[in-house]
């Protein structure tokens, strides 16, 4: 059994430089309780019974989500929990759950005003540990909402990089299969006897159509794209030209016409004819082949390069100019699954002539992340909606305002919003931290948040001071 002392309280870090007289007072006017492990020494919305110095044993501090305890942290001994001096709070906001036998020593919050008003270094360093747990609390969460917003940016991205990621990987396994046809095509072409004009104007006429091809996709419908194949089928099959089905589909995609193709039959004899063409089909194949993979490669690229620029990584933590429209369009970009999955119309009008804004990018992408996400939530019941993002300059203020057009907010609830842990998403959907952290997020920039909310409509504005 630990027995308490002057000596034993001083050797506490956060007691350390208060006077003998007045450890001796804590000890004398406090109370011991000891608590059996499977216990708790207090619950979410208990009264708070006063300082509580845990003696021996240990304590899981655990907050409430979900109807389900989450560990915060362990509390060990020497620990001080509990009603501090100059605390506005006087109920648990999370429990206390005894796991092994605990001594505590509890010093009754009837005797704070005289702790205050006799004993200065023992209230400071009490303080001291209030300031501290606002801000490790804080800390925790912020973090807790940053894993929160990055579980859901996560699977939102993982469908987005699988998409073009399964391209890559069809295409390069269709390159591989008709690169080991190669062989049989430079056969059938090395059999042909073309004389050197010949060969320049197919080479030529060929590369022409590739080049147009890249600059301007085809706009055909489907049924006049039908229509088209069908009769260049029917054409090639009067001039015996093997695979013609295949021809035609690929000719057609890439804008040959069947007059384009007769300067090309004139030129061949009628051996030839087939070969050739089969021969340009496979060239059309292997960019086919090789403009899916870039596209997709270019797709993952952009995706990095969107999650980099979010999360600005390699950058310091200072505030930087930055381009507003950046961090929206990158948490769009990011969201994008999200966005398709919903059947949300976007619409972006965004002033392009603002000027820079100072800031911490990585921050006001949370910011965005939220209330984009939120927005997304709020329409998921209609399976259908729209969001428009707006920017605009107001005097020294820049605007971004979020609209969505779900069910709004209730007039009961919408002072509710910024509270901690209060939310109206269904359990596992989320924390309750998001409003709260981008409005501090907000305050720490110097701005403000609001919130207009009607049936239909509801928007968010965020006006941030553009010399911040």
Known sequence: MTNITVEWM???????????NQLQWFIDNSE?????????MFKVDDMMQGTQLIVSGLVRICQMQHNELRELLIVEPGKIVGYLPFSRGT???VAGEVIEDTVVLNLPIEKIQELIRNHFELTQALVHIMTNRVRDYTSFLRQSEKMMALGKLSAGLAHEL??????????????????????EFFKRIMEIRMDAAAIDLVKEKMFEVLSQHKSQQSTLTLVQRSQKEDELTEWLDELNVENSMELAENFVEFGFTKDRLDEFRQQLGANDISPVFNWINN??????????IEEASKRIADLVGSVKSFTHMDKGYDKQLTNIHDGIRNTLSILQYKLRKGNIELVEQYDTTLPPLRALIGELNQVWTNLIDNALDAMEENKRGKLIIKTERDKDCLKVII???GPGIPEDIIAKIYDPFFTTKDPGKGTGLGLDIVSQIVRQHKGYLNVES???????????????
């Open 91 to 93: 109920v648990y906001q």
């Open 454 to 468: 009607k049936p239909g409509e509801t928007r968010f504005i965020v006006s941030l001071p553009i010399h911040g």
């Open 283 to 292: 060239n059309l194949v292997t960019e086919k082949i090789v403009s899916d």
């Open 403 to 405: 609209i969505d057009d």
């Open 10 to 20: 001083r050797s506490i870090e956060t007691l350390q430089g208060v006077p003998d």
């Open 162 to 183: 699988n998409n073009p990621a399964a391209a890559v990987v069809r295409g390069a396994h269709s390159m591989k299969k008709h690169l080991q046809l190669q062989p």
């Open 32 to 40: 011991r309780k000891e608590y059996p492990a499977g216990t708790y």
